[in-house]
């Protein structure tokens, strides 16, 4: 029959609605309109930033068109739909991505040129939303970005940090400060304030069992807040599906405590409400791990209640029984953080919704999926029972009666093997006893992946060994997520003209390549066309010319742009190396000053770039930086070296900076220890872009080499199985560094001598080195050292450079986002694309 309308006239309502601006003249009528209305500014008076804020608020309602249309026919169909948890969202900025997805670039371009402004600058004036450390939160964002592009009915949920990643300064001695990001100061566009959307969320009080043979019990008293939806916009690229990404915001609940007010205690109320602002106040700058800090345990539960009880309440609009939730809805929990989704959607089932604990236990294990993205013992997140008790007093017992009847069905398999439940006890005895986080989300979940091939193999024969012993292999799988980058922003957006090139020699829209990466296998025959190569080194030279101009105008440093660039940006951390590649360069140094000059004029001049963040409590991470920074005021000042060896650590790495750092990479740097860095997700987004990789045989460069071929990639180092040997021999059987590894001893000795000042300074990092040396460096030193020579090796043949880098672009469709989150879409959560008419 036909559907009545909601209310009022239809016609009236569908006259007045508008649709998406894609001529110029209306582009630049809705941008006046904003200067004029949303800013209340003069055309005489607006600034680059009030440009952005119009053009912001012109795509913004563009952007929700598509978006209420998609909502709308998601509502109508009610397909099953899955939800991203994660407690960190890298997005970068909004407005090209936007703009490009929209396939409005040109349009919007041209628009605001005839009103007196570049695009370029306007661009520039957006502030990163960095919610996020490093690849966990930028997958996160990729993954939507995917999901909306392949109309995957995908919702994120997240936090809406007042506070995102904080800045990072470098003091005059070359220290990492860190100063707040008040990302929010300027207004954000991009958000959409849901003040109708809330909930309320308990914390501490008291849980009673009810105690009449059901498993029921209430959960009363102790603090409650307010949970406010905020949503941000997600279009897909050149498709009408936008999805949403709901983040949470914490509120004091209104009228909350009046007691402490009437009795005259107006501070203590206004601390409980501080309290509650609290929560969603600040993101924590750890990336491997969390402190037991309680405010980060009250973020984790915060948000996963809140998301449940919205998930709950959309499921409950479709009027099916309770049971039937796990076929409409699919959660991912990304990583551990959102764990304590699995006792709450517990907590509901029973103590709120009736249900017998298997019926709710049925439910929960086929609703969640839970990918896990380190192996690293110290990184594996565990809570203490006792702040756990008084925080979460119904959840530690719903916990602790799942893993009762856990650990029953595990003696039932394995009687008597009492060694074996102490291992997979979700509780660790100790002091104080701790929940096992990756162990609740594993039982807790239909299917568990790790994040690279290796990794994933890893996860099965290590920390979840005896968990695939007991519930069998086939829960246990991979997506290469390394595959996480998506190629729009990563190489349409932030390398336009390698994007265009690509276009005109394939013959084929960018609108079918961006969205089938595969196809850029076609690049391959072009390989052997000088013309081609001509361009394509050409269009890396530009890159090139772009970041150092950006270095230049921000840092004031002067780039040789002749030279090789070489790249190392990430998350300061001891396993991923950072301290190999600077000990590398001083060994540079130290050569390249007993050279003649005849042998000098062979070498080709290289800068070593490094960017990345230190936790802020880390301090061998950034006893790195001060290195880093130190050794390059040396070395960029001797006259002897300078024109050859140029080193810089740009500050304050974010999404923004690597758009320009990646496409001007002649060679990246991925050289965790062998079996430590989980997948890694820059290395896909560098060689996307022509760069070449130097890497151990590790993560994701492993099937990165698989795909380009190994002679296209530089590896060193020993590999995975070595590693447990050699880590047994530095501990049992150590070998002093001078007769292991003369170089390496050679560079700690003059580092520790003091060439780049400070001569004690460095003791405590270089004697992680001399000392047990868990990652590694000594003896992956010299096999470092030849590899980088292998690299300058093939520099020199510049015909067969851009070959390999031609080669390495042509080969990377494996490493789509599109097709990692195809993979959940099929394998794991079971949903379909909508098509939104
Ligand atoms: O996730 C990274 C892995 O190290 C990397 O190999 C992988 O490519 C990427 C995507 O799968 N992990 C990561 O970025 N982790 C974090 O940022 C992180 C943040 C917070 C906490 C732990 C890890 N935490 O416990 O608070």
């Known amino acids: 029959g036909k559907e009545k309308w909601p209310r009022g006239e239809e016609k009236v309502w569908k006259d007045a609605m508008r649709d998406v601006d894609t001529e110029v003249t209306s582009i630049t009528k809705s941008f006046v309109n904003h200067v004029q209305t949303s800013l209340a500014r003069q055309p005489y008076n607006l600034d680059n930033l009030g440009a952005y804020q119009a053009a912001a608020l012109s795509v913004r309602d563009n952007l929700l068109v598509n978006w209420n249309e998609t909502a709308l026919q998601y509502t109508r169909k009610a397909p099953k739909r899955a939800y991203y948890l994660s407690l960190e969202f890298l997005m970068g900025r909004t407005l090209d991505n936007a703009l490009l997805n929209l396939g409005l670039k040109d349009q919007y371009s041209e628009g605001v040129k005839k009103l007196g402004f570049s695009v370029e600058d306007i661009l520039d004036q957006e502030r990163d939303a960095a919610l996020g450390n490093g690849g966990l939160g930028r997958l996160a964002a990729c993954y939507l970005d995917s999901s909306a592009s392949q109309e995957l009915p995908v919702w994120g949920y997240g936090l809406r940090y007042k506070y ?26 991009w958000e959409l304030p849901r003040l109708d959307v809330s909930y309320e969320i308990r914390f501490y009080g008291q849980a009673e069992r009810l105690g009449d043979g059901t498993p029921r019990a209430t959960w009363s008293g102790g603090q409650e807040v307010l949970a406010v939806a905020y949503d941000v916009m997600i279009p897909g690229c ?25 009795a005259g205690n107006y501070e203590g109320a206004v601390e409980a409400s501080n309290s509650a602002a609290a929560i969603t106040s600040v993101l924590y ?39 039937e939730f796990p076929d409409y809805v699919a959660i991912q929990l990304n990583d551990t953080h959102p764990t304590l989704a699995i006792p709450e959607l517990m907590r509901i089932l029973i103590d709120e919704e009736d249900q017998p604990w298997s019926t709710a236990w049925q439910i929960v294990t086929n609703t969640f999926f839970y990918t896990n993205h380190t192996v690293l013992p110290e990184a594996l997140e565990k809570w203490p029972v006792p702040l756990m008790e008084h925080l979460l007093p119904r959840h530690m017992q719903i916990i602790y009666d799942i893993n009762l009847l856990f650990l029953q069905s595990v003696e039932k398999k394995f009687p008597g093997d009492r060694d074996r439940l102490g291992r997979m006890s979700l509780i660790e005895e100790g002091f104080p006893k701790q929940v096992r986080m990756a162990y609740l989300a594993c039982i807790g979940s239909r299917k568990v992946n790790g994040v690279a091939e290796l990794h994933s193999d890893l996860v099965k024969t290590t920390i979840l060994k005896d968990f695939v012993e007991f519930e069998g292999i086939s829960k246990f799988g991979n997506v290469t997520n390394g595959s996480e980058l998506t190629p729009r922003r990563w190489l349409d957006q932030c390398n336009p003209e390698l994007s265009s090139l690509i276009s005109s020699t394939l013959k084929v829209d960018k609108a079918v390549w961006l969205k089938d990466l595969t196809r850029l296998e076609a690049l391959l025959p072009f390989t052997e066309d000088e013309a081609f190569r001509k361009e394509w ?19 004031g440093f002067t780039i040789n742009t002749n030279a090789m660039f070489d790249v190392q940006i990430k998350r300061l951390h001891e396993y991923k190396r950072q301290t190999l590649n600077i000990l590398g360069v001083i060994h540079r140094y130290l050569t390249l000053k007993n050279m003649s000059a005849a042998e000098k004029k062979k070498v080709n001049p290289r800068v070593v770039f490094f960017a990345g963040k230190a936790a802020p409590a880390y301090y061998i991470a950034k006893l790195t930086i001060r290195l880093i920074v130190n050794v390059a005021r040396i070395i960029n000042e001797d006259p002897d070296t300078k024109d050859l060896l140029q080193l810089y650590f740009l500050p304050d790495y974010s999404v923004s900076l690597a758009e320009v750092l990646i496409p001007a990479s002649d060679i990246s740097q991925h050289i965790s220890t062998a079996g430590t860095e989980a997948s890694g997700t820059s290395n896909m987004k560098f060689c996307l872009n022509g760069g070449l990789l130097l890497g151990t045989v590790d993560g994701a460069n492993i099937e990165i080499a698989e795909e380009v071929g190994e002679s296209n990639v530089f590896f060193f180092g020993h590999l995975t199985p070595a590693v447990e040997d050699l880590r047994y021999q530095h501990t049992y059987h150590p070998t002093p560094i001078e007769e292991k590894c003369p170089a390496l001893a050679n560079v700690l000795n003059q580092v520790s001598a003091g060439l780049f000042g400070d001569a004690h300074v460095y003791e405590p990092l270089l004697n992680t080195i001399r000392q047990g040396d868990h990652y590694l460096l000594s003896d992956d030193f010299d096999s470092y050292i030849a590899a980088l020579a292998m690299v300058d090796e093939a520099y020199l043949d510049q015909t067969e450079w851009v070959k390999k880098s031609i080669r390495t ?12 989150i195809n993979e959940y879409a099929e394998s794991y959560w079971n949903i379909e694309a909508q098509k939104i008419a």
């Open 809 to 820: 672009t042509a080969k990377m469709g494996k490493f789509s986002s599109d097709r990692a």
């Open 537 to 555: 080194a050409a269009i890396k030279q530009r890159n090139k010319e772009r970041l150092a101009h950006h270095v230049q105008t921000t840092l």
């Open 238 to 262: 050149y498709t009408k599906t936008t999805n949403n990404l709901r983040l949470w915001e914490s509120k004091p609940k209104r009228g909350f405590d009046l007691n402490s007010f009437n």
């Open 285 to 323: 700058p750890n990336d491997h791990t969390t402190f037991g800090k309680e405010l980060r345990l009250k973020q984790q539960y915060f948000w996963t209640a809140a998301s449940l009880a919205d998930i709950l309440r959309r499921f409950k609009n479709i009027g099916k029984p309770i049971t």
């Open 164 to 189: 995102g990643i904080f800045q990072q300064l470098i003091s005059p001695a070359g220290d990492q400060l860190e100063a707040p990001d008040p990302w929010l100061d300027n207004q954000n566009p």
